[in-house]
């Protein structure tokens, strides 16, 4: 999602970890954000406003008033699409948590009514145990406040642990994923599966398959963009992105990749499942690694969970499931067999060539969508990046 037009207020409180706000600044600005920026004096100590003042394009707010000119934290609070407080220091979280506005910063925060806040504790691990830090972040959970983890790591005090602020592209990601969406899926709950599956053999070996993964990926970033709030269940896959604007769940085998999907599958809207999951694994996983010997192996395999036929049998009123096909031979008599027996509303059919341009490791697939009532669309030949988007724009003619 672009973040072309959106409002984002960054307030900076007096840590040293304010030293990387200005690298989160950019990041927004480069994404085509508009940028306020809001601080407390001591961060003056770690950031200078000229700093801040250049790369947000926009004045420094510290107080109330700038010599003559009354700054209006009700006009910021409703100016923002979103607030971010980072970092965010036990003594700030103190007078939010008590609701002590004696500085700018922290009557924006308290305006903000409806709008996302999120908060980026930063302090040292002594600090953040203490029980009071503590209690005044579940307060300030309690009254919708998202609150960022510290990541850990080193810390100034040269101890190491939990308190050091995420990283610039982190927090990016985090306003990203809590910016208020629009979208054909707003307020659409979207799971998909994407992948291979392993299943194994030992503790080395295992049956799997050449799916890249980007098929899911592509997909969970098109549902995204359409405004979805997107879970992923993904097998091992090289292409998961490090800091995803959604959720992803990664498992290796069928039956995790099962057990994740059923766990979730009550609460969604949507279910697209486009993993290669793997139709067998081994009946027995041997504990140690098998060794060599002369004579044949045989490997007794069992069917894995159907998932998406569970996912099909067991969908609820109003509930989509999609289904993806690769076939060979008769493939649409096969591929609109597979949407009736696995009770899907619509069937994305692969359809392999010769020349390499679709399949597993691709960057391109051309596939036919196949829906219940039998009508059919062919897509020409395009990335898995636009094929993603045209197939979720035919679900949303589905809802
Ligand atoms: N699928 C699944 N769980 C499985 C196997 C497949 O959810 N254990 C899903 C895939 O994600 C895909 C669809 O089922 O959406 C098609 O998979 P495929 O293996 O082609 O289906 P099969 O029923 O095994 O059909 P075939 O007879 O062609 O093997």
Redesign the pocket.
């Known amino acids: 999602m672009s973040l072309r037009g959106k409002h984002i207020i960054i307030g900076i409180t007096g840590g040293i970890a304010a030293y990387k706000i200005p690298l989160l600044i950019r990041l927004l600005k480069k994404e085509g954000a508009e940028v306020r920026v809001m601080t407390t004096r001591s961060a003056h100590e770690f950031v200078t406003p000229l700093t801040l003042s250049a790369l947000s394009q926009n004045r420094i707010v510290t107080e109330f008033t700038d010599r003559d000119q009354w700054n209006n934290h009700v006009e910021w609070a409703r100016w923002a699409d979103l607030i971010l407080i980072a970092p965010l220091t036990a003594n700030t979280l103190a007078k939010l948590a008590q609701g002590q506005a004696d500085n700018f910063l922290i009557a924006v925060v308290m305006s903000a009514e409806n709008k996302p806040v999120l908060l980026s504790p930063a302090m040292d691990r002594e600090m953040f145990q203490y029980p009071a830090v503590k209690n005044h972040l579940d307060k300030l959970t309690s009254y919708g406040f998202k609150i960022i983890e510290p990541a850990e790591g080193e810390l100034l005090s040269g101890l190491s642990g939990k308190g050091r602020m995420p990283e610039p592209e982190t927090l990016f990601e985090e306003i990203r994923r809590h910016l208020p969406k629009d979208g054909p899926l707003k307020g659409k709950k979207v799971l998909i599966?994407g992948g291979p599956t392993y299943e194994p053999i030992d503790p080395v070996r295992f049956i799997g398959n050449r799916s890249s993964g980007k098929t899911g990926v592509a997909l969970a970033e098109a549902a995204y963009d359409a405004g979805a709030e997107v879970t992923l269940i993904s097998g091992p896959s090289k292409v998961l992105p490090a800091n995803p604007a959604y959720e992803v769940v990664r498992v290796e085998t069928?039956r995790e990749?099962?057990e994740e999907t059923k766990k979730r599958m009550d609460s969604q809207d949507i279910l697209i499942?486009?993993?290669?999951?793997?139709?067998y694994s081994p009946e027995n996983t041997a504990r140690s690694k098998i060794k060599k010997k002369d004579k044949r192996l045989v490997l007794e395999l069992k069917p894995?969970?159907?998932?998406?036929?569970y996912?099909g049998e067991n969908k609820k009123e109003g509930q989509i499931v999609v289904?993806?096909?690769?076939?060979t031979d008769h493939a649409l008599a096969?591929a609109l067999d597979?949407l009736k027996?696995?009770n899907a509303d619509m069937i994305v059919l692969n359809s392999p060539d010769k020349e390499g341009k679709t399949g597993f490791d691709s960057d391109t697939n051309k596939v036919i969508i196949i829906k219940k009532d039998g009508r059919k669309k062919e897509l020409p030949l395009k990335t898995k990046k636009e094929l993603a988007h045209d197939i979720i724009e035919e679900i949303t003619h589905l809802l």
């Open positions: 599966t069928a990749m099962f499942m486009s993993a290669a999951v793997s139709d894995t969970p159907d998932i998406l036929k996912v289904g993806f096909a690769l076939e096969h597979k027996r696995k």
